[in-house]
């Protein structure tokens, strides 16, 4: 059960009208890695966690707390589009800042949302649920989570660099904090996963049943040897249990592929490359 109350988790309120601006922060709410994918995400994560309920509600509790960061990106939008709807367009066109302002700014503002926010990013792509991932496994899905705060605030503080409105930069340096503390959350969570289950995805498959004398190798398959100055290239492995092996040549391990002719009826070329038994034949 969700509860609403109506004032906003955060002040949301720009000094000023900025359709352009209004355009740019649709990627923070409609984004890939905007709040309402981590919304979603987090909130099929908890609806699907199976086991320890203090990871459910951890994702029902941040999940929740996304929807209100929905909320205030949504009315930060509609108010930076207030003043944006111009019947006269030919009265835009005699004021240069005025067209080049309205000119910037998304027409869908106006058309389609009647100046408020719309569920897509900042050129206008719908949000699709395709960005949402929710598989089951919490270590997976926390790693995954972590990125995601990590492409948002990163996203949020370029923002933050490309106005001078101090109504939006306030309200952004409070999503950059939270975002700031979301990062430390999953990392706090992966870091005690990891310690239950070891490192590698998923810890439960059967050790013996994967080619254990590859898991460990890096294969240098580009020019210069610089990869072999990294960590990952030497030592032990992070899960503790081998040690990596670098390799200057990636080894190919198995056969040169021959694929047998097609059927005459598929019609595919022929083809033109005796077989070492037919050119014996012929000599």
């Not at 981590?38 to 509600?57: H, I, M, P, S, T």
């Amino acid at each position: 059960m969700f509860y609403h109350i109506k004032e906003l988790q955060y002040d949301a309120k720009p000094t000023r009208p900025d359709p352009v601006f209004a355009k740019q922060l649709q990627e923070v709410l409609g984004g890939h890695f905007g709040e309402i994918s981590v919304a979603l995400q987090y909130l099929f994560q908890g609806w699907n966690a199976r086991g320890d309920e203090k990871y459910r509600d951890l994702l029902m509790d941040v999940g929740t707390e996304e929807l209100a960061h929905v909320e205030m990106l949504a009315t930060m939008i509609a108010r930076l589009l207030d003043g944006a709807s111009l019947g006269d367009q030919e009265d835009a066109a005699k004021n240069p800042v005025v067209g080049a302002i309205m000119g910037g700014m998304n027409p869908q503002h106006v058309i389609v949302s009647g100046l408020g926010a719309m569920p897509a990013d900042s050129v206008g792509n719908p949000w699709t649920a395709s960005y949402i991932k929710a598989s089951g496994n919490l270590l997976a899905d926390f790693r995954l989570n972590l990125t995601y705060e990590s492409q948002g605030r990163l996203q949020v503080t370029r923002l933050y660099n490309s106005t001078n409105d101090p109504g939006v930069k306030d309200m952004l340096s409070f999503l950059i904090a939270r975002d700031t503390m979301h990062q430390n959350m999953w990392e706090a969570a992966i870091s005690e996963l990891e310690a239950q289950e070891n490192i590698v995805v998923p810890s439960t498959f059967p050790k013996h049943l994967e080619k254990n004398e590859v898991a460990y190798d890096f294969y240098n398959l580009s020019e210069g040897e610089q990869s072999s100055r990294g960590r990952w290239a030497k030592g032990k492995s992070m899960d503790g249990l081998d040690k990596f092996k670098y390799y200057s040549k990636a080894p190919a391990y198995g056969e040169k592929p021959f694929l047998k002719p097609a059927p005459k009826h598929i019609h595919n070329t022929l083809p033109t490359i005796r077989s070492e038994q037919d050119e014996g034949e012929n000599e």
